[in-house]
């Protein structure tokens, strides 16, 4: 007798070993629609045991055998059972009092009907299943050639050898009806057995196959679901999902079981939802619903034409249309009136704002360059003057640096005389230059770039600094020497 790993059987010896298909067993898929015995180690409060046992066969379909014999099983216990034309082999499921359950849930009346078992699978009855079960993949590609060249409008999902080899049972779906009596021949006539076709649903065909769904599980139908219940749009809207076909379909392509599973909840909850039909009425404009949390109780609106959405609780929306139909309108959605005092201080608010804009406006604005007065002007054509004689370059004014501190104009009998090796001086050239002009406070300039003739546009040069030609050659700054003798003559 072998066992299985994930059923928990365990062989002649202690040890339990599985089938080693890797998620693919042999037996029909392990943890595939089973059902956990809750009653098995516990004694019932009856002398006599249930005797019908329920066996599992290929895609998790189950039926109900009598265990005449009274054989001793353990779940997962592979069985020869009686079938019409033949005998067949399952895996125990489940027994006991539970099974009785099952039966009154399926509406599986118990009398003559129900057939017997007649023993645990030997080794050579396995070798005879092993070898049936071999048969199944190659006469799945075959058959759907034939459906091909008869070109007939139906999709075969699996085939199901009997053990014996005489029955082969081909699972098909197909949206009308077909006309496969000419197919039945042929597949007869190939195969040497007797053909069975049987029509089963979408849901079923997925149930077969298996697959893995959105939610990342293996499918329901392939696992644990075993009874199909129809499954409407109107689950969909009472749950707000979006009405999309490609997000509520399932691999079967019908709509997914699982929007039956918290429809009930959902229905619950949405007793404490208002029903909003029409727009809720404020001062501010007409506010329309756009989402509801059901759970959290909260809903969003929105005011015409605006982008912003407003969360609002399930009983300020009762209140609201209780106000709209005694035909008042609250400010707001969440306040019926505004104090005067609120609105006088926003008021102030906005009004500080503005003075603290325009502040920091006023105060980015550069200054305005000042126009000379009428002394300036007559300073400034009294230099063209001066700049006219040639010998008065060298007292042009420096512009690196601005006189903030003007010197009074020094006497020239103070001055030094010059050294003998210097050269004489032109007196006439100094005593034709005359008394040098008052000093006026220079007006503060910016960015203001020197001008290399300045005695062309007559700027004023009494407020600035003269000149320091000795500067270069180590006289110094030193004001009691006398000037560099003129060479020109």
């Not at 779940?75 to 099974?99: A, I, K, M």
């Not at 049987?198 to 196959?209: D, H, K, T, V, W």
Request: glycine content about 8%; charged content about 30%; aromatic content about 6%.
């Amino acid at each position: 007798m072998s066992g299985c790993a994930s059923c928990g059987t365990a062989n002649s010896g202690s040890d339990v070993k599985g089938c080693n298909n890797n998620g693919t067993c042999g037996t029909g898929g392990c943890n595939k629609m089973n059902a956990f015995d809750w009653l098995a180690n516990m004694d019932m409060p009856i002398v006599d045991k249930f005797d019908i046992v329920e066996v599992k066969f290929k895609g998790g379909r189950k039926e109900y055998f009598r265990n005449v014999d009274n054989l001793s099983l353990t779940t997962g216990d592979p069985v020869v059972v009686d079938v019409p034309n033949g005998h067949h082999l399952g895996f125990v499921s489940l027994q006991g009092e539970l099974v009785r359950l099952q039966m009154q849930r399926k509406k599986v009346a118990n009398n003559d009907e129900i057939t017997r078992i007649y023993r645990v699978a030997t080794a050579k009855d396995l070798e005879k299943f092993y070898e049936a079960q071999a048969r199944e993949t190659p006469c799945l590609y075959r058959t759907r050639q034939i459906i091909e060249e008869l070109k007939l409008q139906m999709k075969l999902s699996d085939v199901e050898f009997q053990a014996d080899n005489s029955k082969a049972t081909f699972f098909y779906s197909a949206e009308d009806r077909v006309d496969f009596r000419e197919l039945i021949k042929l597949l007869a006539g190939e195969f040497k057995v007797r053909v069975e076709m049987r029509q089963i649903s979408l849901r079923q065909e997925a149930g077969r196959l298996g697959g893995i769904g959105v939610c990342g599980r293996e499918l329901c139908c392939s696992t644990w679901l075993s009874d199909f219940k129809s499954v409407g749009t109107s689950a969909a809207r009472y749950q707000n999902l979006s009405l999309n076909p490609s997000k509520l379909s399932g691999q079967c392509g019908r709509l997914k079981c699982c929007l039956n599973y918290e429809l009930d909840t959902y229905m619950d909850a949405l007793q404490d939802i208002p029903k909003v039909e029409a727009p809720l009425q404020t001062e501010q404009g007409n506010a329309y619903l756009q989402k509801t949390d059901i759970f959290r109780k909260i809903m969003w609106f929105s005011y015409g034409g605006d982008s912003n959405w407003h969360a609002i609780e399930t009983e300020r929306v009762k209140e609201i249309l209780v106000l709209n139909e005694k035909g008042k309108k609250p400010v707001t959605l969440l306040d019926d009136e505004l104090e005067i005092a609120d609105a006088n201080e926003r008021l102030n608010s906005d009004l500080e704002q503005i003075d603290k804009k325009y502040a920091k406006k006023k105060g980015n604005k550069k200054k305005k360059k000042r126009r000379p007065s009428d002394q300036e002007r007559s300073g400034n054509s009294a230099a063209k003057s001066t700049n006219e004689n040639p010998s008065a370059k060298r007292e042009e004014p420096s512009l690196k640096r601005e006189n903030t501190n003007p010197r009074p104009p020094r006497d020239s009998q103070q001055r030094r005389p010059p050294r003998e090796g210097n050269r004489p001086s032109n007196d006439s050239q100094t005593a034709n230059r005359g008394p040098r002009p008052e000093s006026t406070p220079r007006p503060e300039r910016r960015n203001v770039k020197p001008q290399e003739n300045l005695g062309t546009t007559g700027e004023s040069t009494e407020n600035r600094r003269p000149k320091n030609n000795n500067k270069r050659k180590g006289r110094g700054n030193n004001p009691n020497r006398g000037p560099k003798p003129d060479t020109s003559a």
